[in-house]
């Protein structure tokens, strides 16, 4: 059972705010990611983290950032937020070596919504 | 990029009746996973697979990493109505980068009561 949790579940924000998404997990996994997903969609990988200090860029571009200061903590931010940003994001981390047996849990999604 | 081909894209079925996905690459992979998102939510692992030709199931489901090492498949057997949703697989690429697990584009089911 994956302990990966996200906040908020759901936002509804206006057009240039600047928010936060949070992520965190509590089984010491090394690698954390960032997918955005719009409905019954494929998942595009945004950011990815092999571990504190170490953040890169995913498949698809995007106007978020993201740090890694601790090992639990992967959260993800939008400096000013655009209607084009409304999706699904889904954080993630995952277990197992870079070369075989990498496995990953996803938390339940934040879905974001820009008026 | 790397791809996988995921199919059916979509799938309608009755309740009880038994059902297969596969996804396909022409590049080899070290590990297959199969999950299930539910709508809404985020995608739960169902499955993992380690070595080439092993099958492993999870009540209901099984699923076979390809002797190849490029597809894999899952079977889901006696379909319930709790059983829809998407269904995604995903490899990890051998010699890969970029977080290294590269996901095919799903499998939508629907099962009819």
């Known amino acids: 059972e994956a302990d990966i949790y996200q906040t908020p579940r759901y936002l509804v924000i206006g057009t240039g705010k600047k928010i936060t998404l949070e992520c965190s997990q509590t089984?010491?996994?090394?690698?954390m990611y960032w997918y955005q997903q719009d409905p019954g969609m494929e998942l595009h990988l945004i950011h990815y983290?092999?571990?504190?200090?170490?953040?890169e860029k995913g498949d698809l571009s995007s106007e978020s950032t993201v740090s890694r200061i601790r090992t639990e903590h992967f959260p993800l931010t939008l400096e000013s937020a655009r209607p084009s940003h409304t999706s699904q994001y889904l954080c993630?981390?995952?277990?197992?070596?870079?070369?075989?047996?990498?496995?990953?849990?996803f938390g339940e999604g934040s879905w974001l919504t820009v008026v | 990029g790397q791809q996988l081909n995921q199919s059916p894209q979509s799938m309608f079925i009755q309740e009880g009746e038994d059902v297969s996905m596969n996804c396909t690459s022409s590049s080899i992979f070290n590990t297959w996973l199969w999950y299930k998102q539910d709508p809404g939510e985020g995608p739960v692992l169902l499955i993992a697979?380690?070595?080439?030709?092993e099958l492993t199931s999870n009540g209901r489901l099984t699923a076979q990493f390809g002797i190849t090492r490029k597809d894999s498949f899952l079977n889901i057997s006696a379909s319930i109505p709790s059983d829809v949703g998407i269904y995604f697989c995903a490899g990890q690429l051998v010699g890969g980068s970029q977080g290294n697990l590269i996901f095919g584009k799903g499998t939508k089911l629907s099962v009819k009561p």
């Open positions: 697979l380690y070595k080439a030709g």
């Open positions: 089984m010491g996994h090394d690698k």
């Open positions: 993630a981390s995952s277990v197992g070596g870079f070369y075989s047996g990498n496995t990953i849990y």
């Open positions: 983290s092999y571990g504190v200090n170490s953040t």
